[in-house]
């Protein structure tokens, strides 16, 4: 997916994109929330020793933090919108 | 020989720290002189909305990381071991949250408004002053709360570092705050919290690389906790750690602080999209950088300190006596820039937003609408003067500071929460949203919160701000399907269509 610079969008079209931006976070979250799960509690019985530290401790430490970059870097990187802030109604 | 030792030592640790303060006097005066000529209460309050990328991941990640998250939170790494790690590393959404789903929007709104605070945006959506009222007096209140606890926190730390009082600590960098923030405004603030994390992560790399050498190495410390220590390696550190702790932590310092308006404001003040975008991704890397590495070091101090937290004071003492013993002399003035930084850029973020609250959004909206004129040399007078009022009030109640002080901190943060949530994100994202239902929600919530938490209710032992979210949602909820809609005016400026 190509990022895109939209700088002649009108007021709604802006708002929507907004509002699907906000939604396409709330879902990182979520889906941020799920790999915490799993990466922590769920290797938590597994016996498995990295660096002396548990699988469960780096993966739901180092592990999630990373996941999280990541998100990040794909949200403001790909699905996020360039846009001028300045609105066409500004002054109005 | 005694005397000149003494005294050579404080100069030793207090050199690093007096220079570090010089140097956030001196940016507040710079930017001062710099916005001279400019339009005083949008600088003052949101620097003219000229924030880069890097300057706004640093000063929304340093207002958000307090003086608890480098002292009390590693301490509490050092008892219960990795499960704290893996449960304050909810953090790391913070940032991608709060700018992801509220950065534009309200960069947005603050334009075709002129809103320069959250509680601008908070009037205009719901058409209600006294909710603004609201709005500003429980900013006012909470913040107070959650400033003093920063004050105490970084004066108590200073006094068991250094060995100087706590009233000496809170003299040379609680007034150093008080007085750059009143100079600069929000500009000053977000450049010396960019200066502060900086140091934050210096701090941290510090003390981990001296606490793996005094514990001789990291597999020595690690072979000998898997030993001593087993429950540091279970995520429930054997019932030290039960779920209700994870499941409150993800509402109360992970989804629920898209809410606090000290970072919300955040939004407004910044240049360009491009800027947002790298914000979220840099914040999003210092804040696990500094949370899980300042954490992690706190598990590490059994490599220096062989007793339990107890034998050491409490929690709260872990940290600064690990730097005591870790550190050569030399760095341990260095090394406590860290956690005091935390303090001060909280503390700046809360007094400038705090201050905006009484000036902007109570007295120059009363003003204005009783056809009353202000001079801009008024304009600035009152907002320096009103920020150095709260500050000092703050830093009174700190020379005597009260008990219990880090729950007033996690007080006021769930008060915040329980006050902004819903009232921000339905009034931002939800057509039907009304003035009943913001209302309902602000003060019902709030008040429900207070209540529950001065009568130690509590459900399922979870923290109270469970209560508050969820009577606040309801409460909205009612509010908005019995009252009447929002107008259409208001409607096409918050949800504009073609």
Redesign the interface.
């Known amino acids: 997916m190509k990022k895109n610079n939209r700088a002649s969008l009108?007021?709604?079209?802006?708002?929507s994109l907004?509002?699907r931006?906000?939604i396409?976070?709330?879902l990182?979250?979520v889906g941020?929330?799920i790999f915490?799960l799993a990466a922590?509690?769920g290797t938590?019985s597994l016996d498995v020793k990295i660096?002396?530290?548990?699988l469960?401790?780096v993966l739901?430490?180092?592990g999630?933090?990373l996941v999280?970059?990541l998100?990040?870097?794909l949200?403001?990187?790909k699905l996020?919108?360039?846009?001028d802030?300045?609105?066409e109604?500004?002054g109005k | 020989m005694e005397s000149s030792f003494f005294a050579l030592r404080s100069l030793i640790l207090l050199l690093p720290l007096i220079f570090f303060m010089a140097v956030m006097v001196g940016i507040s005066i710079f930017v001062r002189h710099k916005q001279a000529g400019k339009n005083f209460v949008s600088s003052y309050f949101v620097g003219n909305r000229e924030l880069g990328g890097l300057v706004l991941a640093m000063t929304t990640v340093a207002t958000y990381s307090s003086v608890s998250s480098f002292v009390g939170g590693p301490g509490m790494a050092f008892q219960v071991g990795?499960g704290w790690?893996?449960m304050a590393?909810?953090q790391?959404?913070a940032?991608?949250?709060v700018l992801?789903?509220?950065g534009?929007?309200v960069?947005?709104l603050a334009?075709?408004l002129n809103a320069v605070t959250v509680v601008d945006i908070i009037r205009a959506r719901f058409q209600s002053d006294f909710l603004a009222a609201v709005a500003a007096f429980v900013i006012v209140l909470f913040f107070c709360g959650t400033m003093t606890a920063q004050f105490v926190g970084g004066a108590k730390l200073f006094a068991a570092v250094t060995g100087y009082s706590y009233e000496a600590g809170l003299i040379l960098f609680g007034l150093t705050v008080v007085i750059y923030t009143s100079i600069g405004g929000f500009r000053a603030v977000a450049l010396t919290d960019t200066c502060c994390a900086i140091m934050m992560m210096v701090g941290i790399v510090l003390l981990l690389h001296y606490v793996l050498k005094a514990g001789g190495g990291?597999?020595n410390i690690?072979?000998t906790l898997?030993t001593n220590n087993p429950e540091l390696?279970?995520?429930f550190s054997f019932g030290n750690m039960p779920w209700t702790i994870y499941f409150t932590q993800?509402l109360l310092v992970g989804?629920c602080t898209i809410a606090l308006p000290q970072s919300v404001v955040r939004g407004i003040s910044y240049k360009?999209?491009?800027g947002?975008?790298?914000a979220?991704?840099i914040?999003?890397?210092v804040v696990?950088?500094m949370?899980?590495g300042i954490n992690?070091t706190g598990i590490l101090a059994h490599g220096v300190l062989t007793g339990t937290a107890a034998d050491y004071g409490g929690v709260d003492n872990v940290i600064p006596t690990t730097i005591v013993q870790a550190m050569p002399i030399e760095l341990v003035g260095l090394a406590i820039i860290g956690p005091l930084a935390a303090s001060i850029s909280t503390i700046s973020g809360l007094l400038i937003v705090a201050s905006s609250a009484i000036i902007k959004d109570v007295y120059l909206h009363w003003a204005e609408k009783n056809n009353h004129t202000v001079t801009p040399t008024r304009i600035k007078f009152l907002s320096m003067t009103a920020t150095a009022i709260i500050g000092a009030a703050v830093f009174v109640i700190a020379l005597t500071p009260p008990n219990l002080i880090w729950l007033i901190n996690m007080f006021a943060f769930g008060g915040l929460e329980t006050a902004f949530f819903w009232t921000l994100l339905l009034g931002l994202?939800w057509k039907r949203a009304n003035k009943l239902g913001a209302m309902l929600s602000m003060t019902g919530g709030t008040i429900i919160y207070c209540a529950t938490q001065a009568a130690g209710f509590k459900i399922f032992n979870l923290h109270q701000i469970t209560i508050g979210i969820t009577c606040s949602l309801i409460l909205f909820l009612i509010g908005s399907y019995i009252g009447k809609k929002s107008d259409d005016a208001t409607l096409k400026?918050f949800?504009?269509?073609?």
């Open positions: 009108s007021d709604a079209q802006k708002f907004v509002r931006e906000a396409y976070t709330g990182a979250l941020l929330i915490w922590g509690f938590s660096f002396h530290l548990p469960w401790a739901g430490s180092v999630v933090w999280a970059i998100i990040s870097a949200l403001s990187k996020f919108t360039d846009m802030l300045g609105g109604d500004n | 990795f790690i893996y590393v909810v790391v959404t940032i991608f949250l992801g789903i509220y534009k929007r960069a947005l334009r075709k990291f597999e690690m072979t898997e390696f279970e995520p993800w989804i360009n999209t491009q947002l975008h790298q979220m991704l914040g999003t890397i696990g950088f949370n899980i992690f994202f400026i949800f504009p269509s073609d």
